[in-house]
């Protein structure tokens, strides 16, 4: 955020973390609403957080410094190697309840003072959540467009960390208002889809290819490691979901490229009697301006290419922000060509559930 000309680098970054944790406060993690209230105070006050973080003091707020921090600390939990933090961790503790900030706070700094070049590790690279609970958004923009033209569809993903998104058609999605896929699926995301109900149509997807600077490899497990240390330690339903989309990578195996989001989009063409399906969620904020533009340019050159037989859609799932000073919304925005309408299809929370359906 802009607007705060007279800050110092460690009063912008201890804001910064307490935006943050406004915003876990918000999505149902109070543990990290708690912890980085207390690391922001801490930062302030020269405790073990300003060795953690010095020489990102001024990294973008969109990077998401905090979160970076909390995974490279959750990751030290998960691989055993805080055992004082992990008995307050709900994602490796059989304790079911809550425990205030202020209890687990000695135990985390303690993390942050003993493995502080472990911590830092972590800070070099942007979160890779590959949010499961997102692909409620995918699947019924899935449906949106399928019922516009139903033929066979090639989903490409920017972003797409591990690619686990890429199988939402696999997910099991339950509602109020409707529900979608096989009751079996080891990813069940439920209390899904509110508002209006997606229109009913048949997804078959041929084909699906991602990209990513930094792919994950779900296979393995330091890639696992690497996505369950993103999701907040206390937020165990979202580690479960996370879990079975790992179970059904292993069913269903997608190579996601080594490369940028223009070279995914270089090789993504048209085919006739066929959708190509562009689809990214969370991840704009992560590219430079060029690169956004370049985005937008390839988008219009492939709408532009398409035609009755070969088709073409862009759907998003990515924040905007209203109002100045507004809440952040996580819009689901469709456009399809030939015609190249755009269509905001419902609002989701930032993590996919639930998706409300205008």
Known sequence: MSGHPAETPVRRTARLLQQQAEACARLGSPLYDGLLRRAADDLVAGGPTVAV????LEDPGPSAL???????VHALVL???APELARFYPSTSA?????PADTVWPAFAGVLEAHRDDVRDWLRRPPQTNEVGRGAALIGGLLHIANEAELPIRLVEVGASGGLNLRADRFRI???VATYGDASSPVQLGAAWHGTPPPQAAIEIVERYGGDLDPV????????????????????????RLRGAFELAAQLPINVQRESAEETLSRTSLADDTWTVLWHSVFRQYLSAETRDALADRVEALGAEASQRGRFAYLTLEPTRPLAGGDFKFLVAL?????GEERILGEASGHGLPTTWA
């Not at 973080?53 to 990102?56: A, I, Q, R």
């Not at 304790?95 to 425990?99: L, N, Q």
């Not at 456009?335 to 015609?339: D, E, H, K, V």
């Open 95 to 99: 304790f079911g309840g809550e425990v």
């Open 79 to 81: 691989d055993g190697k």
């Open 174 to 176: 339950g509602g109020e």
């Open 335 to 339: 456009r399809t060509w030939p015609g």
């Open 217 to 240: 490899d779900v296979s393995s497990e330091a890639g696992r490691l690497l996505l369950t240390a993103y999701v907040w330690a206390d937020q165990v339903a979202r580690i479960e």
């Open 53 to 56: 973080l010095d020489g990102h």
């Open 66 to 72: 905090a979160l970076r921090m909390m995974g490279g």
